[in-house]
């Protein structure tokens, strides 16, 4: 397993940008596929962006396309979500997660909670009206 941890939440107007950073302490990084998820007050934990081990493909919720973008550096055991023109309905705590072995079966993103096996302990991301 990864251990994961988020920076780069805060608060910011609707229509600004943040970016999250997620970096990781194994040495699986590079086999690793890699997503963002939210889970806002009262609302289950959903699916943000994902992308692959090898950073070829990702994938997003339609809520976020267009918006934000999922990134990676092997180099620095490093994945970002930069989030701009910001929404209120965005207001949530991001949570980083990796798959740890996705190299070995799949270049496609992961989209759902049970198909990963490292979550960070989440970063507040606050958008004011």
């Known amino acids: 397993q990864e251990q994961l941890v988020e920076s780069g939440g805060g608060l910011v107007q609707a229509g600004g940008s943040l970016r999250l950073s997620c970096a990781a302490s194994?040495?699986?990084?590079?086999?690793?596929?890699m997503g963002w998820f939210r889970q806002a007050p009262g609302k289950e934990r959903e699916f943000v962006a994902g992308?692959?081990?090898?950073?070829?493909?990702?994938y997003y919720a339609d809520s976020v396309k267009g918006r934000f973008t999922i990134s990676r550096d092997n180099a620095k055991n490093t994945v970002y979500l930069q989030m701009n023109s910001l929404k209120p309905e965005d207001t949530a705590v991001y949570y980083c997660a990796a798959r740890t072995d996705a190299r070995r079966f799949t270049q496609a993103p992961m989209t759902r909670l049970y198909q990963y096996d490292s979550w960070g302990q989440g970063t507040q991301v606050t958008v004011s009206s």
């Open positions: 992308i692959s081990w090898s950073g070829g493909s990702t």
């Open positions: 194994g040495r699986t990084f590079s086999s690793s596929a």
